[in-house]
């Protein structure tokens, strides 16, 4: 198991979008911070004005400081974003699970997110058990005693009726016994 976790921007605003980030949060804080990078703070900021999941987000003073990129590592994100379908017009698209990435590797630790083209190049990269989405959480959580399978079915729907998409390997309708 990874000692540290980095949180990705769509995984954090899934929380955050169901008002229950403090689930996120609760999971993060059993292992060691930081749990997101600068580039997934920037993501994060930009939405600050017009969304208020970011707002929470932003607000939230467990998460701490995002880490910060080596400049010896730039050319290894920058890869990595190119790997992810690259900048886009911004130069920005896919930066922050670039980074995610990349510090997830440096630093022999995981990736938490919902972008499935992230967590496939993860688990190819780092390996499976380096890679988690929502649903991990949730089950960890669960597992943990920290929620209630009928709460993280709660908190799931949740994400999915704010109009979100978790990663198209879980089905449509989950039931309370697909988090146990």
């Keep these: 198991m990874a000692e540290r976790w980095y949180a ?4 954090l605003q899934h929380f955050a979008h169901a008002g229950r980030l403090s689930v996120l949060v609760n999971y993060l804080i059993t292992f060691d911070p930081p ?4 580039a997934v703070h920037s993501e994060v900021l930009a939405g600050y004005e017009s969304n208020e999941a970011c707002r929470d987000i932003l607000a939230s003073s467990t998460l701490a400081s995002p880490a910060d990129i080596p400049p010896e590592h730039l050319v290894a994100v920058f890869q990595t974003q190119i790997a992810l379908g690259g900048g886009g017009v911004s130069g920005l698209d896919h930066l922050g699970e670039a980074e995610c990435i990349v ?14 083209a992230a967590y496939d190049l993860v688990s190819r990269r780092l390996g499976p ?8 959480v949730l089950r960890a959580s669960v597992r943990a ?16 009726n704010t109009g979100r998409h978790l990663r198209r390997i879980h089905p449509m309708t989950l039931l309370s016994s697909y988090f146990e």
Excluded at 35 to 38: D, E, G, P, S, V
């Design 35 to 38: 749990y997101w990078t600068r």
């Design 129 to 136: 058990e380096r890679a988690q989405d929502t649903i991990d």
């Design 145 to 160: 005693g920290r929620i209630d399978a009928s709460e993280a079915k709660q908190v799931a729907d949740g994400i999915r």
């Design 8 to 11: 990705d921007t769509v995984t």
């Design 103 to 116: 510090l997830a590797d440096v630093e022999h630790c995981g990736v938490i997110t919902d972008d499935n």
